[in-house]
């Protein structure tokens, strides 16, 4: 059994009770028993977004949730407007082009959040744009976008607003219905805590309006056959789902009242506040612009003298912590810490004083405990 | 814990090692432990193909793999002879008009096999068919086509041989290069009898041409991304692949191995016999025509006096044993036993016992025992 502990942003640390919901006996996936799985789950999953909509939970990574929302909406030549600060939402670029849509990329410095008003800005004078499409938590580079106020700005224009929550939902605010939000995904490996392959989407009756509009290419991801077969009685999926994974995500789900959504999106707040507070009284320097840092990722700048094979390398097999490299032109520049899903002060506390240890044993200026120190007085503050 | 006796085409009965193996922590996706996880898996199901291809383990059911297969060579209007007698023939179909392919279509009558020379003479007749489409196993109808025949007429052509072995992969001969099978797809969920939402497909060097020339719609499912990964080191999937199914994917396949496949193929053939030996002698009709009928699901014609829903109604709540009803417009008529994966006499025995039990509550003309009899008198015999 790998003991490694997981603080990389997905899949994170999954409680056993979730692990041993995966155990139970397959049940056929057109029965009642299973229908009835299905309408819990799905209906919870709602509740997370915080939407009066139907959710959708699809076998699949969150990218074949992305794939769903814009595959479903987008046809030839139609114009996306995509905002672009780090990899994922670059993918949301790529399915576009993929699906033979026109992105109006709108770039954002890397670390950096999108500026509501440049928005509006391209809004504003491009009439053509049919969908905008954020990602809220980019998991790339530890930055939180303000899908809120971008909202707000998209709703007074003929697009459909599209928001990548794979990383967020569940750690961070995201109200489907309150920010309006057309269309919504995320994943099952982040905040959530539940096994990676499944990922979740919701629709609003804008956004289905559209998908009724549009001949799309996806099969699997035809998000009109998941309309119709989640109406049936007893509600089913279109394709066989992963049982054992619907199994995990009820039980992860129901963690997740049984906390209370509000309570643990504190609780991610104050793991990411006494991580980053941490990092910088260590004297390590942060990726993201402080003001829009992220609730569940913290990307940390290598520092001179180690190098990002040493430092992740050393946390993995002395200290048995997983970091995550940086990617695309990040790699071996930031290394991040992932905190979410099931993290407590414990966790926080493992690994920034692994961190220092290993800063040590590279010969780097580091104050044994000070690290530590901090993730303390964050947690005692509250 | 649910304790009813999946007896129907998929999913199947998962061995207890096999949801043990699921409960194991989850570890990064994008590590040397987990490469090395993909390295096993990947390779056991090309041996498992009967190929020297690289085999490509997809997170989503059978039916994404079949996107996968197709949505990678397909363009505007390429033609694709598509063999149709069943539920899953219709599948490919439809799959094809999504990618805006032109299906040719063969419609074979369902219970029937294709017949081989049907496929030559089209061939023959049209010059511009990029790729034919047959299902090995058609699950809807328990009916085996002659995949061997088809491909030894296919290979003399220049079209792509795409073969759908996702309910017979496992239970039923599949030798990928000795068939001269472009493209092999199949699920977890069959014979293989892991835990449903996987998939897996297999292509040679003639399909990875097409690919390489084609320009698809499917991101997700995008192949050229996953043969990429693939090849990383350490091997990693291009989006979060499902950990825990890896996991119980790998025993499931260490498990067939253990058994030997060919003797896996055996039992499967065994407990076919037995069953339809067993529905025959209680004086029920199959649906399949007999020489073409299906080692790994049969199909039954619903005799008078009895509806659908009493029968199947009555084996699952007074008998815990789930059948399969009809699929289109065989609803009603039929109903299916899946006798795939880890089956054993002990199922058919029980099935065809409970089966006997329920026709005679319903006052059919039925001699109890007699189809237990020829059960064993099938196994007796071997």
Redesign the interface.
């Known amino acids: 059994?790998?003991?490694?502990l997981?603080m990389?942003p997905?899949?994170?640390?999954?409680a056993?009770r979730v692990?041993?919901a995966?155990?139970?006996?397959?049940?056929?996936?057109r029965?009642a028993?299973f229908g009835e799985i299905l309408t819990e789950t799905t209906e919870m999953m709602s509740e997370v977004f915080q939407t009066d909509n139907q959710s959708y939970i699809l076998?699949?990574?969150?990218?074949?949730a992305m794939?769903a929302a814009l595959?479903n909406i987008i046809e030839k030549d139609d114009k996306v407007l995509t905002i672009v600060g780090g990899k994922f939402g670059e993918r949301f670029m790529?399915?576009t082009e993929?699906?033979?849509g026109q992105p109006v990329k709108l770039e954002v410095e890397w670390g950096h959040a999108v500026d509501p008003k440049d928005v509006e800005y391209i809004l504003e004078e491009d009439d053509d744009i049919k969908a905008v499409t954020i990602v809220h938590n980019e998991t790339s580079t530890g930055v939180t976008n303000p899908i809120d106020k971008v909202g707000k700005i998209v709703k007074d224009y003929d697009a459909l607003y599209v928001v990548d929550t794979v990383s967020s939902l569940g750690g961070d605010d995201v109200f489907v219905d309150g920010y309006n939000i057309d269309i919504c995904v995320t994943?099952s490996?982040k905040c959530l805590a539940a096994?990676?392959?499944?990922s979740a989407i919701t629709l609003n009756d804008d956004a289905w309006k559209v998908v009724d509009n549009t001949e799309?290419?996806?099969?699997?991801?035809?998000m009109k056959r998941y309309r119709k077969s989640g109406s049936a009685k007893p509600p089913e999926t279109?394709?066989?789902?992963?049982?054992?994974?619907m199994y995990?995500m009820r039980e992860a789900l129901i963690a997740v009242m049984e906390e209370g959504l509000e309570s643990r999106i504190e609780r991610h707040q104050l793991a990411a506040l006494a991580t980053r507070n941490g990092i910088k009284a260590m004297g390590l320097e942060l990726f993201a612009q402080l003001e829009v840092s992220s609730n569940t990722v913290t990307a940390i700048k290598i520092p001179e003298g180690v190098t990002d094979k040493e430092l992740r390398g050393t946390m993995r097999n002395k200290y048995q912590i997983?970091l995550?490299g940086g990617q695309d032109h990040l790699k071996g520049n930031v290394f991040r810490i992932g905190h979410m899903g099931n993290i407590t002060h414990r966790e926080i506390i493992s690994t920034i004083s692994a961190l220092e240890m290993t800063l040590k044993e590279f010969n780097l200026d580091v104050c044994l405990g000070t690290g530590v120190a901090a993730v303390e007085e964050a947690y005692l503050i509250g």
């Not at 997905?10 to 999954?14: F, L, S």
């Not at 995966?22 to 996936?29: F, Y």
């Not at 096994?195 to 499944?198: A, L, Q, S, Y």
């Open positions: 059994m790998d003991e490694t997981l990389i997905g899949p994170t640390r999954v056993p692990l041993k995966m155990s139970e006996n397959i049940v056929n996936h029965s028993v076998t699949g990574s969150g990218t074949a794939e595959g790529q399915i993929t699906h033979r994943g490996q096994p990676p392959g499944m799309t290419y996806n099969y699997y991801l035809d279109p394709y066989t789902p992963s049982v054992s994974l995990a997983e995550a």
